[in-house]
């Protein structure tokens, strides 16, 4: 039991920085539509559609970037920190292409939302406006990315947390002089959200890469010349590591957006209460995402010093410190889910079904941190591919069939509305934490050479 408390302080260690930064992260979003909203209902609205095509976009990227921090992790766990720079030079190649293919998409904007039925033109003018502005800040992003994720790999998970919130507070004074005009730039209303996200995003990856450049306890790890060529295979060993990831979560974003969609027909507080609980199920998941991202550093350290036995505790006082947080999460959802949905709306009707919603919202939170810890569990083994799969099976197979056939449809029991979509969720997590595991377990049992091999490749 004390080896497994030892790694929990540690797992914790590691994991409140990034809860903190995924908060901050979460926050700029937050900020961006209250000031937006204060502007029109247009703008904010705006902003809101924007944001449910950018984030598919960049969270693309994002995950296909994440395959850094398990290679780096193993890399400085096996003492060949000599390598680390090369990584992350080719892990920058990689996020340049990335870059380019998210401008290319989001430049097609107004094709994507022209699909979009019905829309108002002014506010489809408004997105389009704030995604071409934005999309100049995917290469800051996702170059932000790479110096995290290799900050991360070598268990510093600080400078993230730390980068996150000054990005969180440059971008309230940005976003007032670029909404509302100030200081001789023009008033762009919900599009100076996009101009000053964007920029932010460039800062903070200048500040990491100053933090990097300038920190003693890094510099072992700087790369001979500060320009290298794309390296091939090691770009493609990248990219079919950080694939399944990116693919993962690109499914999960766009089921989600869908949901919302099937929803929106059922009418407002319908929308409204299934909404207020997406948010709330969404905070509570920062904790086991980045009890995950810990996961994934610590497993595939103690794979890098050939310790099989400790990746093994990894992994289990992971998941068991994911659940018993998830345990006072849900219980704290399921008590206050009246006090919680009143928060966001003073409607009885909305705060009555939103407050049903949240209990569904509370039950499936140890299915998912199972599920998201495990799929970090399977990135510090260097399997990713079963993520990929899993994730794919257990939302679009089985998830959302059935929470479509629970919620709008009277082919099992009679419709049950939003509810039904949440039970569909339910029973795609569930899943989804059931195979992780299995799959975790799979792995453990196989001959340590061979998974200290899969794990250095």
Known sequence: MQKYLAEARVLLALAIPVILAQIAQTSMGVVDTIMAGSVSATDMAAVAVGTSIWLPAILFGHGLLLSLTPTIAHLNGAGRRDKIGHQVQQGFWLASGVSVLVIAVLYQCDHILGLMHNIDPELKEKAVGYLHAIMWGAPGYLFFQVLRDQCEGLSKTKPGMVFGFIGLLVNIPVNYIFIYGKFGAPALGGVGCGVATGTVYWVMFFMMRFYVRHNRALRDIQPVTRFAKPDWPTLRRLSQLGLPIALALFFEVTLFAIVALLVSPLGIVAVASH????????????????????????????????????????AYTSIMTGVLMACCTATTAILFREHIAALYNDSPEVVTLASHLLIFAALFQISDAIQVIGSGILRG???????????????????????????????????????????????GLTFAALMMTLRMRWLQKQPSYTILQKAGR
């Open 275 to 314: 909404q207020i609980a997406l948010n709330v199920g969404s905070l509570m998941f920062v904790v086991p995402l980045s009890l995950g991202v810990a996961a994934t550093i610590r497993v595939g350290s103690r794979l890098g010093e050939s310790s099989v036995e400790g990746a093994k505790v990894a």
């Open 381 to 427: 083994y260097k399997d990713t591919r079963s993520i990929f799969y899993i994730t794919f099976i257990a939302y679009w197979v089985l998830g959302l069939p059935v929470g479509y056939m629970l919620g709008l449809t009277d082919l099992l029991v009679p419709r049950m509305g939003p509810s039904g979509f949440w039970c569909g969720f339910i029973l």
